[in-house]
């Protein structure tokens, strides 16, 4: 069965400082990796994915990650973070159905 | 990029009634959508798959008669949560795939949500 794990459930950062969210995955095969985020009483927005090529992927909002295949890992990344990019942050995998990881919260202090 | 509406985006019911919730791709057409449950502080669970003009397919420990999901066009579909009661009170989100979106054809959008709350 495929999964993802965000081992953290909170993450805190400064403004200006570079923040990481951690994901790892198992999967049989050649993984479909998502990331999304979610705002409080809404959807998920889609960032980025990693299907094949380029080991870092570059979205939306200044995100990148980077597949690692050795690691089995898909870490969310930003160079400077923003208060406004405090939320909740998922790891998913799939392409027919979704699963989604447990989620991590980012908060980025001022 | 594509856009996935819900409505209503808030419903509060008595116990007994039923709810329905609607998913629109709003600029796309969309032959299979997906209804997700989230409750509070945890990540989502796929309750089903919808398909247009066939039956939805229901992931295990779903039950079908309680939650019926009906996707009468390319760019409609609906859950309806029967008989509703206070464990039912929970975030529904349903998603959709777009193709011709920035995600490309592997990549989910999502609706805003739904969200039941059963007296």
């Known amino acids: 069965a495929q999964s993802v794990a965000q081992p953290e459930d909170q993450v805190n950062v400064a403004e200006g400082n570079p923040l990481t969210v951690k994901c790892t995955y198992s999967?049989?095969?050649?993984?479909?990796l998502f990331w999304y985020v979610q705002y409080p009483n809404r959807g998920l927005q889609f960032l980025l994915k990693?299907?094949?090529?380029?080991?870092l992927v570059k979205g939306s909002y200044g995100f990148e990650a980077e597949f690692n295949k050795s690691q089995t890992s898909f870490h969310l990344k930003k160079p400077s973070a923003l208060v406004s990019d405090s939320a909740l942050y998922f790891c998913?995998?799939?392409?027919?159905?979704?699963?989604f990881g447990t989620g991590t919260r980012l908060l980025v202090s001022p | 990029g594509a856009v996935v509406s819900q409505h209503p985006s808030r419903v509060i019911c008595k116990s007994g009634t039923s709810v329905k919730i609607e998913c629109r791709s709003l600029?796309?057409?969309?032959?299979?959508m997906f209804w997700y449950r989230q409750f509070p502080k945890q990540s989502l669970m796929l309750m089903a798959t919808?398909?247009?003009?066939?039956?939805?397919?229901?992931e295990q420990g779903v039950e079908k008669d309680k939650f019926l999901i009906n996707h009468a066009s390319l760019t409609l579909s609906t859950l309806t949560v029967t008989s509703a009661h206070p464990e039912d009170s929970s975030f529904y989100i349903c998603?959709?795939?777009?193709?011709?979106?920035?995600?490309?054809?592997?990549?989910?959008?999502f609706g805003p949500g739904t969200r039941l709350l059963v007296l």
């Open positions: 998603s959709a795939r777009d193709p011709r979106g920035r995600g490309g054809r592997e990549t989910q959008y």
């Open positions: 999967v049989s095969g050649n993984p479909y």
């Open positions: 990693y299907i094949t090529g380029d080991n």
């Open positions: 998913a995998t799939g392409f027919q159905k979704l699963v």
């Open positions: 600029d796309f057409q969309a032959t299979t």
């Open positions: 919808s398909n247009e003009g066939s039956k939805a397919t229901y």
